[in-house]
Nanobody, 121 residues
Framework: QVQLMESGGGLVQPGGSLRLSCEATGRILKIYTMGWYRQAPGKQRELVALINSDSTTDYAESVKGRFTISRDNAKNTVYLQMNSLKPEDAADYYC???????????????WGQGIQVTVSS
């Protein structure tokens, strides 16, 4: 039906930057909210940032001023620019999208498989 594929993760030193991308493919008419979540070992998955179809955004307090979420609706892609990375940002990052299928036959929430971000010197 719909697949989300993350890219851009990896190893970065504290203070460094990474840009995550997530492309949605498949049977898509419209995507409402897109978001990024993360889960560190032994912790619950938490919201990092959301962007709505009107481009309004919301961020976790821990990333405000450092991370920026954006989207390209023509490409069904959401981005997460992460600057000033800290060791506590290390986690598996997951993208999420609220997707409407063609002819409005279905609306559902989909998740990517996750991508690892490691912040270490």
């Amino acid at each position: 039906q719909v697949q989300l594929m993350e890219s851009g993760g990896g190893l970065v030193q504290p203070g460094g930057s990474l840009r995550l991308s997530c492309e949605a493919t498949g049977r898509i008419l419209k995507i409402y909210t897109m978001g990024w979540y993360r889960q560190a070992p032994g912790k619950q998955r938490e919201l990092v940032a959301l962007i709505n179809s009107d481009s309004t955004t919301d961020y976790a307090e821990s990333v405000k001023g450092r991370f920026t979420i954006s989207r390209d609706n023509a490409k069904n892609t959401v981005y997460l620019q992460m600057n000033s990375l800290k060791p506590e940002d290390a986690a598996d990052y997951y993208c999420n999208a609220d997707v409407v299928a063609p002819f409005w036959v279905n609306r559902g929430t989909y998740w990517g498989q996750g991508i690892q971000v490691t912040v270490s010197s």
